[in-house]
């Protein structure tokens, strides 16, 4: 009797442990999949958060040597004189962005009768301010292209490849030996052209110290990123912080995966992929930055799936628990169990295509509840944290309104409706007047204040989630109601900027010219039909401004 006793509860107990780790099985399953579709969401967040910081830097850079290289090409002589004044507008250009190390010109002497290049090291240190200017704080190097031993096309191959090349061009990575101890930098150079006449090359330097800074700023511990150039060089690469050559890769056995990837174009772009990296498995996501570089996330797979591993953790746990207590109290945990491990499968699933707001109502103090709260703070972390990139994304931080991220966002939404009939909004376009004048006369601080200013100015007047920073001084609030009153909202805002203007202490006065439209279904077919005309009268405002006010005409 005691044997058929032993042997059903032996039965039950293999029975309801098997269904148990069938069910715990299906449930890591499927909450791997979901840590496994959410981290390459994250991944792709965070790898576009660096894309448009990186290419925000990089285009700065290049609109800032071509206004450098309009200066040069302009000037009606090349003396001491022009040289200072060149000092300054790199200061002007340069002096607050802390990736650039060092600027430079080349001048040809054939055309400029100089030969001494101007070299300016760490940029950085100098500030924005003319009134900082200092000679003596400044390292000039100076080399002479007719006497230095580096005249011939071998030893400066950059300047003629410039000067044949006729463009723009990103170089590198090089060692830089024009500093104490030789640092590794790529540049970006620029061909002075006066008509036909080559007058020399300017550019900036980037050494990969600065770059080190912002590539490994990553929220993995052991997370690091590969800077690429169009020919599948690493010119940053954490374990070679001098970049690595392509034809390099065969000396190591891991970077085969990696020159496939950027050597040959075999990847796709914002696609995650596996690989090995000093022994440990890899998740790898890359992108193309405008200037034809490439940047790459690389981070290792055990910090992606360390939730999963206390999951394991919690399992074996509630295992050996199980075992103890399942003679006993067989039957009540069988009816305990079952419901919420189908309502935890169920919520898996949800979390595992997306749906992160699903509710997990399973909020016992067993081991069961521990799974829940395990799933429910692995849901919890997953939302704040891919809400936290979405705002870091779509967030113009110096206003505190939306960016042109958003703004296009919305665009889509709207066109969608557009599509379906059921659109109805305004559009207003505002834009700054006089900024170029105070930034010029006051200093950029004085600029951002008065766009600043024209932001307060808004939100008193529209709500936060309809603002959109758009342009340096350009603001474009959209209103997607019927109700909404175009001349009670410029009359708002009229007021604010009065009431904004009374109380400044700076010495300047806000000025914003505004042009409006509104979506006719029979007469606009998209989005930029009606942001076309809005845009067109907030010009036809700003005209007639510029009629009354000359001396702030840009």
């Known amino acids: 009797m005691k044997s058929i006793r032993t042997r059903i509860t032996l039965s039950y107990l293999l029975m309801f442990l098997g269904i148990w780790l069938v069910a715990g099985t299906i449930s890591v399953i499927y909450v791997r999949k979901s840590i496994f579709h959410h981290s390459s969401a994250a991944l792709n967040i965070l790898l576009q958060q660096k894309l448009t910081a990186f290419n925000t830097a990089f285009s700065g850079i290049e609109q800032n040597i071509c206004t450098m290289n309009n200066f040069i090409s302009k000037s009606s002589s090349y003396n001491q004189e022009f040289y200072t004044n060149l ?33 300016i090291l760490n940029i950085m240190n100098f500030g924005t301010k003319i009134s900082n200017f200092n000679e003596e704080k400044y390292a000039d190097i100076s080399f002479d292209i007719k006497k230095d031993k580096r005249d011939s096309r071998e030893d400066i191959p950059w300047f003629y490849a410039a000067k044949e090349g006729k463009s723009n061009a990103w170089i590198g990575p090089y060692l830089n030996l024009n500093v104490e101890a030789a640092i590794p930098m790529i540049s970006y150079l620029s061909p002075v ?20 800074s912002e590539l490994d700023n990553i929220n993995y511990e052991n997370a690091f990123s590969i800077l690429i150039n169009n020919k599948g060089d690493f010119i940053y ?28 174009g075999y990847a796709k772009l914002n696609e995650t992929y596996t690989y090995r990296w000093q022994g440990k498995k890899h998740r790898l996501i ?51 169990i079952v419901r919420p491990i189908e309502i935890i499968n169920q919520s898996a699933d949800y979390i595992a295509h997306g749906e992160l707001n699903t509710k997990i109502p399973v909020n016992s103090k067993d081991e069961l509840g521990m799974l829940a709260a395990s799933m429910r703070k692995i849901e919890v972390e997953l939302s704040e944290y891919i809400e936290h990139i979405r705002e870091m994304a779509y967030k113009d931080y110096m206003t505190g309104c939306h960016n042109k991220s958003a703004y296009l966002k919305l665009q889509s939404s709207i066109e969608k409706k557009i599509d379906e009939g059921m659109a109805a909004f305004n559009v207003y376009v ?14 950029h601080e004085m600029g951002d204040a008065l766009i600043k200013g024209a932001a307060s100015a808004l939100k008193l007047t529209f709500s936060e989630a309809s603002i959109f920073r ?36 700076h010495d300047f006065t806000l000025a914003v010219s505004v042009g409006t439209a509104s979506y006719h279904s029979e007469r606009d077919k998209d989005f930029k039909s009606v942001a076309e005309r809005a845009d067109k009268a907030m010009y036809e405002d700003k005209e007639n401004f510029y009629k009354n006010h000359e001396d702030l005409r840009r």
């Open 87 to 119: 000092k300054e507008k790199a200061i002007l250009a340069f002096g607050d962005q802390n990736l650039i190390k060092t600027f430079y010109f080349c001048p040809n002497p054939e055309e400029t009768g100089f030969s001494k290049c101007l070299y």
């Open 193 to 212: 052209f006066s008509e036909d006449r080559f007058l020399g090359v300017v550019g900036v330097e980037i050494s990969n110290l600065s770059l080190r």
């Open 237 to 264: 690469h954490r374990d070679f912080p001098s970049g690595l050559s392509s034809q390099h890769f065969e000396m190591y056995e891991e970077l085969a995966f990696l020159q496939r990837l950027f050597s040959y």
């Open 286 to 336: 890359f992108g193309k930055l405008t200037n034809g570089m490439k940047l790459s996330i690389s981070v290792p797979q055990s910090e992606i799936f360390f939730l999963q591993s206390q999951l394991f953790l919690y399992l074996a746990v509630l295992i050996v628990v199980t075992m103890f207590l399942a003679n006993i109290i067989l039957t009540i945990v069988t009816n305990k």
């Open 430 to 443: 505002f834009d700054v007047n006089g900024l170029k004048r105070i930034n010029d006369s006051l200093g």
């Open 470 to 505: 758009t342009g340096g001084d350009e603001f474009v609030v959209i209103i997607e109601d019927e109700k909404d009153d175009i001349k009670a909202n410029i009359s708002t805002f009229n007021e604010a900027v009065a009431e904004f203007n009374e109380e400044n202490e």
